[in-house]
């Protein structure tokens, strides 16, 4: 499975996710490589980091971020791997587009912390929703997407108010939401610079966190 990990808006924990699913499906025995298609490479340096660290399994890493030669190279470097994590730019640009068409899944992590998250996130579904148009045209496979909320605080009214809003943005552009939402924790940023997943490090609730992420995730796969 080729699974994106998108938004248009920034800092909204693309990268974050994709990173701690690689870790969660890779101990679970899938072979896994990420796929970095943001220039600024946050992921790709992760991955070094991890490989610095000596820390196993270590997790491959590819670069890719010239659009011509995107979906040719990513379908290439599927045939080695059971799955396939695209960690994409914060842009509405050709490499995202690219992505989206060529994967099977998408997961659209959104922050809860501001209504900008909302807006933006609004943009990308408006254009999965013409991407998803364009392959059922086209007879390709079709192509799922869920919402994630991510840095969640329960206990703050405007974070409820939006985790709110993308419950209505899932209904209104017809796809799904993740029931797990990952809270607002050090944990994620604290695992990042070690080159680890939140499931390899101290932070419990992070851990069920991405645990219950990864099950949702292969449940909807395999359906
Ligand atoms: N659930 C969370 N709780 C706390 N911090 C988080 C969480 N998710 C991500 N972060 C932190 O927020 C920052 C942005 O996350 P990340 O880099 O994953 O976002 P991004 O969408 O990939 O950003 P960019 O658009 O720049 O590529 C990072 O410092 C990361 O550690
Ligand atoms: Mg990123």
Redesign the pocket.
């Known amino acids: 499975m080729i699974i994106s990990s998108i938004n248009y808006k920034g800092g909204v924990g693309?990268?974050t996710v994709a990173q701690n699913l690689a870790v969660a499906l890779v101990h679970q025995g899938h072979k896994v490589c990420l796929v970095d298609a943001?220039n600024t490479r946050?992921t790709s340096s992760w991955s070094d980091r991890r490989d610095e660290n000596g820390i196993e399994p270590s997790i491959p890493c590819i670069s890719l971020t010239n659009p011509k030669s995107f979906a040719k190279q990513v379908r290439a470097q599927y045939e080695q791997y059971d799955v396939l994590i695209i960690?994409c730019p914060p842009a509405l640009s050709p490499i995202a587009v690219k992505a989206m068409y060529t994967s099977h899944f998408l997961i659209i992590p959104i922050s809860t912390t501001g209504g900008s998250d909302v807006w933006v996130s609004e943009q990308l579904l408006e254009k999965f929703q013409e991407i998803r148009e364009a392959k059922d045209d086209a007879g390709d496979d079709p192509v799922n997407a869920q919402l994630l909320v991510n840095m969640h605080r329960s206990n703050v009214t405007l974070h409820t108010l939006a985790a709110g809003i993308v419950e209505q943005l899932a209904e209104t552009y017809e796809v799904g939401l993740f029931k797990v939402k990952l809270g607002n924790r050090v944990a994620y940023g604290e695992a990042n610079v070690s080159g680890l997943g939140v499931v390899e490090y101290s932070d419990r609730k992070a851990k069920v966190e991405i645990d219950r992420l990864t099950r949702e995730l292969v449940a909807l796969a395999t359906a």
Do not use: G, N, P
Request: net charge negative.
């Open positions: 693309k990268s943001d946050a960690d």
